[in-house]
């Protein structure tokens, strides 16, 4: 509110004034249809969340399972490593296939 004062000490007029509120008020109608565009909007959000979650978490168990088969995988490929490597293994290829034999003692030439 607002004071005014017209005139001398004698004759004063005093008027008050009412301001107009800085914010206008929101009629009714606008008020509940804000209130329920905002309610739509945050169920929508839940909604995509929950779908989010859903999607993230099998996504996990997939991966889960892929790293599992990979690590079995690993596994074999380890063992087959070590059967490749072995002293028996490399030989009777050295043997067989390709013909090579114990060297006899004259034929080893010692290098100093």
């Known amino acids: 509110m607002r004071r005014i004062v017209i005139g001398d000490s004698l004759?004063?007029?005093?008027?008050?004034?009412?301001?107009?509120?800085?914010f206008p008020s929101v009629p009714q109608g606008r008020g509940l249809l804000g209130l329920a565009v905002l309610f739509?909007?945050?169920a929508l959000f839940s909604v995509w969340m929950s779908g989010q979650y859903y999607r993230i978490g099998y996504g996990v168990s997939v991966?889960?399972?892929?790293?599992?088969?990979?690590q079995k995988e690993q596994a074999l490929l380890k063992t087959e490593i070590l059967t490749l490597r072995s002293p028996a293994r490399i030989e009777a290829i050295a043997r067989g296939q390709l013909g090579m034999v114990e060297p006899k003692t004259e034929r080893i030439i010692r290098v100093k």
């Open 11 to 22: 004759g004063m007029i005093t008027e008050i004034r009412r301001e107009t509120p800085v």
């Open 40 to 42: 739509l909007v945050l």
């Open 63 to 70: 991966a889960l399972e892929e790293k599992q088969l990979l």
